[in-house]
Each structure stands twice: as structure tokens, then as C-alpha cells.
């Protein structure tokens, strides 16, 4: 399969605790966008890199929250000192630089109890 | 501010009849719409885009319009199928970032 990866899938924790998920892009694609989803709701846009540079930031994104793509591959999103709030699910996506099509993984679940 | 809403929250069609879901959004700057399905415990899947400078586009059974001056979009599914029960999201962008509608549930009767 050559699309879109994250691992894992679900995640529970407590609140307080950090979590980390990670994000495989196609292997092609030189941007990486993160993005939120809550029940019933569309993703939000978090945060995407342009290769390994971070390029933007959604006022979403607190300071608990950080993302890396250190070698332009895959990304690793942290929460920090999760919260009942953070519980969503976290959408991964790819694309070209020149492209309008973001190719979605299937996200990480994450519930914080 | 920037949002991208649905008129209808769900829609129930029949299966073989056509569906229209429509979409209206407020940020008149975005340079394309693009059209996703989600199924559960699924990503967003892309259907179709178009870009601001048109009104119309087509696909394999699906046609996306675009008008401009009442800041709406909408997705027509022709002969829907039982695969077509999904969610469906609007979205605008413009370089690089998209704006996701709330999403309209597609239920198809059999």
C-alpha cells in the first residue's frame, strides 16, 4: 500500500500524560499537513511542512502541541500534558508542492480519559 | 471569519436516483473547492476539485458547480449507489491550507 500511514491507529491515555503519533507520507510528496477532527465535525488544519521546514502554524496549535519532519519523510506529532479536550482524531495528509490534492490517512483516534 | 458551511446535515436518497449536496461558504479569496468523502473510520477521500475561475466541472458521475456570486457549491452524486454512503465535506483552500465544512451524512436506501 502507498498511501498515506499513521501509526497507531487509536490511542487512550490519561490525561496528563504526552502522546506521540506518527505520520507516513507517500513517499513522492514534499508537503505534510496535519489536521483535528471532531465528531460530526470537518478536519481543522494544524500544521504542514514543506519538506522538512514548518511552515505554518493554526492558532489551534498550543504550546503542548509539536510537530517535527526532521528528514522531510515521515512526521511525528506530540501533544504534551494531554486533556480531556485533545480527544479527536488526528488526520495525517500529503501532497506535491504544486498539487491542490491532499491524500489523507486514515488518522489516529486519540482518547483521553 | 473564514467558514465553509452545509445547508443539510443528512440526506436520504433512494438508490439509482441522483443527489445533490450543497455547500456555502463565506471566504471569497480561495482559489479552488474540492469536494471529499469520508467513510468510517476512514480519511477523507477526494472526489472532485474545482478551480475559482470556473462554475462547473465533471466527473465520473459526479458534476460540481460553482457559483460565485451567492458563495455557493454543490456536489451532484448521478445514480447514487450503496458505496456512496459516506460523509461528505466541502472545502476551500488556496495554497496550501483547507477548510473543511461540518459535513453532510449521504444515506442511500435500497
Known amino acids: 500500500d502507498t498511501g498515506v500511514s499513521q501509526d497507531p491507529r487509536h490511542k487512550i491515555t490519561k490525561r496528563g500524560q504526552n502522546v506521540t503519533f506518527r505520520c507516513d507520507p507517500i513517499?513522492?510528496?514534499?508537503?505534510l499537513y496535519w489536521y483535528r477532527q471532531t465528531l460530526g465535525q470537518g478536519p481543522e488544519f494544524l500544521t504542514y511542512?514543506?519538506?522538512?521546514?514548518?511552515?505554518?502554524k493554526s492558532r489551534l496549535l498550543s504550546d503542548r502541541f509539536s510537530a517535527e519532519r526532521p528528514k522531510g519523510s515521515f512526521s511525528t506529532l506530540e501533544i504534551q500534558r494531554t486533556e480531556q479536550g485533545d480527544s479527536a482524531m488526528y488526520l495525517c495528509?500529503?501532497?506535491?508542492?504544486?498539487?491542490?490534492?491532499?491524500?489523507f490517512g486514515p488518522g489516529t483516534r486519540l482518547t483521553v480519559l | 471569519g473564514e467558514s465553509v458551511g452545509l445547508h443539510l446535515p443528512t440526506l436520504s436518497v433512494q438508490e439509482g436516483d441522483n443527489s445533490i449536496i450543497n455547500c456555502a461558504y463565506s471566504?471569497?479569496?480561495?482559489?479552488?473547492f474540492i469536494w471529499y468523502k469520508q467513510e468510517s473510520g476512514k480519511g477523507p477521500q477526494f472526489i472532485i476539485d474545482?478551480?475559482?475561475?470556473?462554475d462547473k466541472r465533471q466527473g465520473q458521475r459526479v458534476t460540481v458547480l460553482l457559483n460565485k456570486t451567492v458563495k455557493h457549491l454543490s456536489l451532484q452524486i448521478a445514480a447514487t449507489q450503496p458505496g456512496d454512503s459516506a460523509v461528505y465535506f466541502c472545502?476551500?483552500?488556496?495554497?496550501?491550507?483547507?477548510?473543511f465544512g461540518s459535513g453532510t451524512r449521504l444515506l442511500v436506501r435500497p
Open positions: 495528509a500529503s501532497s506535491f508542492t504544486s498539487g491542490i490534492e491532499q491524500f
Open positions: 511542512f514543506q519538506n522538512e521546514a514548518q511552515l505554518e
Open positions: 472545502s476551500q483552500g488556496s495554497s496550501y491550507k483547507l477548510i
Open positions: 513517499s513522492e510528496h514534499n508537503r
Open positions: 474545482i478551480r475559482s475561475n470556473m
Open positions: 471566504n471569497s479569496a480561495s482559489d479552488y
